[in-house]
């Protein structure tokens, strides 16, 4: 690691992992930390296995088109459950504010805050706020622990096989793309908006695949790309993506050509990504299309061992090129 922490090492990408694997792993790790997944699942009490979750959110500006950090930090958790197999039941909620903050903003962000967890069917259960002196936090930084209770039992990487594929529930690189936007006011009318949403009923319509959903994630910090090599890294499996089936929004394109980003590393708030055996994968679909957040859902990629432990995209012109995880800081403060 370096001797100094940066903005890289909160990038989702290799300096997170980094920081994961040398510093926190080492000081905390067990069987239960060591899965890495999005949340974790607990040993059964009272005949019940629970996800828990938690998650830190320090986005620039905190309000953003389709949403704001209360939003974020709802939404945020109850996903990493849901993609967890889990169903989402409660939240704690822990705010730091910064002196100077206008009260109607802190007002704002708890509407925002409660109206999510209504949506999201979750109860705000504990809490803790602090305030700490001008310039030293952002203007609020909130984190929120859920827990809920396991519905679809044995989602991991571990279980993908061969001959999978990989589907995306809608168009990628909205939420990094409209929060970089956001942060002048001359871009603000793109059109862009976040798609930060509560993705428990989307992650529920796949209940029916059983074991032949393999495991789901949110492709937040460090966007697909980072999402999928996760998937790969250690592996023997390859993913290969087809360029011409990942869904981008023409706006958010035209965006990230103009800001020099791609979307395959922009986060996302509100899409999933699932690996299904390729008997389902139509009936997946179906299934995720079933559901507002799911209507532009499409299948991207299948697993090969073409190029072990890599993640390939397959470009329009016959070509390819390997995808890594991200590297340094493309957007930071997004989540």
Do not use: W
Request: charge should be negative; include cysteine.
């Amino acid at each position: 690691m370096d001797d100094i922490i940066t903005l890289a090492y909160g990038s989702g990408g290799k300096k997170t992992a980094e920081l994961i694997g040398e510093l926190l792993l080492p000081a905390f790790g067990n069987d239960i930390l060591g899965e890495l997944g999005d949340g974790a699942i607990l040993p059964a009490e009272a005949g019940e296995r629970l996800v828990m979750s938690t998650d830190s959110f320090v986005v620039t500006p905190y309000f953003f088109p389709g949403g704001d950090i209360g939003k974020l930090s709802v939404c945020g958790t109850v996903n990493d459950i849901a993609v967890s197999g889990g169903e989402p039941k409660y939240l704690s909620l822990a705010v730091i504010l910064e002196e100077g903050i206008p009260t109607e903003d802190v007002r704002r962000i708890v509407r925002s805050i409660a109206d999510t967890a209504k949506r999201a069917r979750v109860r705000i259960v504990t809490g803790d706020t602090k305030v700490v002196e001008h310039g030293k936090a952002d203007g609020i930084f909130i984190n929120t622990t859920g827990i809920g209770v396991l519905r679809h039992p044995g989602l991991s990487p571990k279980a993908i096989r061969e001959g999978d594929v990989v589907l995306v529930s809608g168009t990628v690189g909205d939420h990094g793309t409209c929060v970089m936007l956001a942060r002048n006011e001359n871009l603000l009318r793109s059109g862009i908006a976040s798609d930060c949403a509560p993705l428990f009923e989307l992650t529920k319509t796949l209940r029916p695949l059983g074991t032949d959903l393999r495991v789901m994630r949110d492709p937040t910090r460090g966007g697909v790309a980072t999402t999928l090599n996760e998937f790969t890294e250690g592996t023997g499996l390859t993913i290969e993506l087809d360029e011409t089936a990942i869904p981008v929004k023409k706006e958010v394109r035209s965006a990230s050509d103009i800001l020099g980003l791609d979307p395959l590393y922009s986060a996302n708030e509100g899409k999933i990504l699932a690996v299904v055996a390729p008997e389902r994968a139509d009936e997946a679909l179906r299934l995720l299309r079933t559901v507002p957040e799911g209507k532009d859902a499409a299948a991207i990629g299948r697993v090969t061992s073409s190029h072990p432990g890599k993640v390939v995209v397959r470009t329009p012109y016959g070509g390819s090129r390997i995808v890594i995880k991200l590297a340094g800081a493309q957007l930071p403060r997004i989540c």
